[in-house]
């Protein structure tokens, strides 16, 4: 099995999910946790951060798609995500991903977008 981890942070109010390790379903499951207990205390700006997560498999991007879609769509929040190399980026566009989110280089930018 592969180590993953997901820790959060905030920077200037804003909730920033950190990935770790290797995104497969078990690490969307925390993930998807972690996030659903900020959408029930009304975090609905959320970077999400991606630069120490090795790879994303087809089942880690559909938690990512559900949770940008509920947070978006239901709770008419906002995300950015940061920390995305070429393949990430390039996946996460292709299932339309962004633009719905934002992106950003890294997780200070990305709040910086989230509150301008």
């Known amino acids: 099995m592969d180590s993953f981890d997901v820790q959060i942070s905030e920077v200037d109010g804003i909730p920033v999910v950190y990935v770790f ?22 975090k609905v700006k959320i970077v999400f951060d991606f630069s120490k997560c090795k790879a994303i498999n087809s089942l880690g991007i559909s938690f990512i798609v559900d949770l940008v879609m509920r947070i978006t769509d239901d709770f008419k929040g906002k995300v950015v995500l940061s920390g995305l190399d070429k393949l990430k980026k390039s996946t996460l566009t292709m299932v339309g991903i962004i633009p719905l989110a934002d992106e950003a280089p890294d997780s200070v930018t990305g709040v910086k977008k989230i509150l301008a």
């Open 21 to 42: 390790g290797y995104f497969a379903e078990d690490a969307g499951s925390l993930f998807q946790e972690k996030v659903e207990q900020m959408l029930r205390r009304g």
